[in-house]
């Protein structure tokens, strides 16, 4: 969620693809082995990108689980996908103890199937606590054409309620990856044509004039609001929606401060500007 005052981050890293000339009796077999060690290049830069932001957040012990689909389902590519993060970092970033879901103990099944973001952020905390672990590393993905976009965040359970760090990228998809299961790989979701900030690849939009809310004079006790809305191209709030309101007062005050707010806009795949759908938070007190 987004508060005022927050920096919303997100970094978007974009591959370059190579052409070799092989001859044809051998095409597929160096194919294969040209997508794999693309794929293996774009997890490590992936988790590469993350090192500094561990670095900073004094990291001792991350806990890696499962990727979630754009709609936060499970999936064998999520489970895939965190695995490859969790070997590559052991690899790469020796001094942190990293735990992946192959070492967690059996949790509340309901939180395992959920879609709610709540339940499952809750189960995952409960785990991350019983564990010792000082850090929680997640992420989300979808197809996007031949490749996976990946939104990967890590948070501090001293301090879960301040913005976190964000990371994103594109994983090529090999043979290995479409060999997991005969499930579909979720493409990315899209409401009235615009994705959602901050999941499977796209960055989130940052903040950079977003004043707090005054409480409105004719408002009895206070609240949280909860909107949606769209950042455009330009850091500008459109399409502005109320979800949960204590009041119709507070609602008003929050729409009239977020119409006024600016962004530095979301990054897409294609390393360029694009409108996204983000939800926002404004506490009233």
Same mark, same amino acid.
């Given at each position: ?12 890293? !974009? ?13 597929? =077999? ?45 999936? +064998? ?80 359970? !001293? ?32 409401? =009235? ?19 707090? !809310? ?29 979800? =949960? ?27 360029? +500007? ?12």
């Amino acid at each position: 969620m987004f508060q005022p005052g927050e920096s919303l981050r997100y970094v978007l890293i !974009a591959f370059m693809s190579t052409v070799l000339f092989v001859p044809i009796g051998l095409r597929m =077999d160096a194919k294969t082995q040209i997508a794999q060690l693309t794929t293996d290049s774009a997890i490590t830069e992936l988790v590469e990108s993350m090192a500094q932001p561990l670095k900073n957040a004094k990291a001792k012990k991350v806990i890696i689980f499962d990727f979630r689909g754009p709609n936060e389902q499970l999936h +064998p590519v999520g489970k895939w996908l965190a695995d490859q993060v969790s070997m590559t970092m052991r690899r790469e970033l020796p001094k942190i103890e990293t735990i992946d879901s192959s070492q967690l103990t059996p949790g509340n099944k309901i939180a395992d199937t959920s879609t709610d973001v709540d339940v499952v952020f809750a189960a995952e905390i409960i785990r991350a606590r019983s564990l010792g672990a000082d850090i929680i590393m997640s992420g989300t993905f979808a197809r996007v054409s031949d490749q996976i976009g990946v939104s990967l965040s890590i948070a501090k359970m !001293a301090d879960l309620g301040k913005t976190q760090e964000y990371r994103t990228g594109l994983i090529p998809i090999s043979t290995e990856i479409t060999e997991l299961t005969l499930e579909p790989i979720p493409g990315l979701d899209l409401k =009235d044509g615009i994705p959602h900030a901050g999941t499977a690849g796209i960055s989130m939009p940052i903040c950079t004039h977003c004043p707090s !809310a005054e409480f409105p004079r004719n408002a009895v006790g206070g609240g949280v609001v909860h909107l949606e809305l769209v950042v455009t191209t330009e850091g500008r709030t459109e399409k502005i929606t109320i979800i =949960d309101t204590p009041s119709p007062e507070l609602a008003a005050s929050a729409v009239r401060t977020v119409r006024g707010w600016r962004f530095k806009p979301a990054i897409g795949f294609d390393g360029k +500007p694009i409108a996204v759908y983000a939800p926002i938070q404004l506490t009233f007190h």
